[in-house]
């Protein structure tokens, strides 16, 4: 099932991030891309449909992004797929990690919720901050 949310939005300026796009781009063929959120939830609805977009531009292939959608209960507690296997707890999470070689499956990147920047520029951020300690 695919998050409605995800829906890359239309009005996003893909040419505002060059840098995150052009490192997303880079590594798109290189890391599996995890998503949970909600499309009742009032964060998702905001930040993901420009990570959404963001991916687009970046010709991210679509298999590469994986969407879990999320149910909230009347205790708070949040439920769906792999939600206690990877910790989930606030949505949107973003989890990416290595997909393929010795280090598949490795996590190189979360963003969680509220993070100081858009998901696609935090991501990037730590992503080249991991691709640069593995290359040395």
């Not at 070689?101 to 100081?116: I, M, Q, S, Y």
Request: glycine fraction near 6%.
């Amino acid at each position: 099932m695919e998050l409605e949310t995800m829906r890359p939005n239309p009005a996003w300026d893909a040419d505002s991030y060059e840098e995150s796009v052009a490192t997303l781009a880079e590594l798109a063929d290189d890391v599996e891309i995890h998503v949970w959120g909600g499309d009742w939830c009032k964060d998702c609805r905001s930040q993901l449909p420009d990570f959404g977009a963001a991916l687009a531009a970046a010709d991210v292939p679509t298999e590469r992004v994986h969407h879990y959608p999320v149910e909230k209960h009347d205790d708070g507690s949040k439920s769906g797929p792999k939600v206690e296997a990877y910790g989930i707890e606030r949505i949107p999470t973003v989890v990416v990690e290595q997909a393929s070689g010795d280090d598949a499956d490795e996590e190189l990147a979360r963003f969680v919720e509220e993070e100081p920047a858009p998901i696609a520029v935090y991501l990037a951020e730590q992503l080249e901050a991991a691709t640069e300690l593995g290359a040395q």
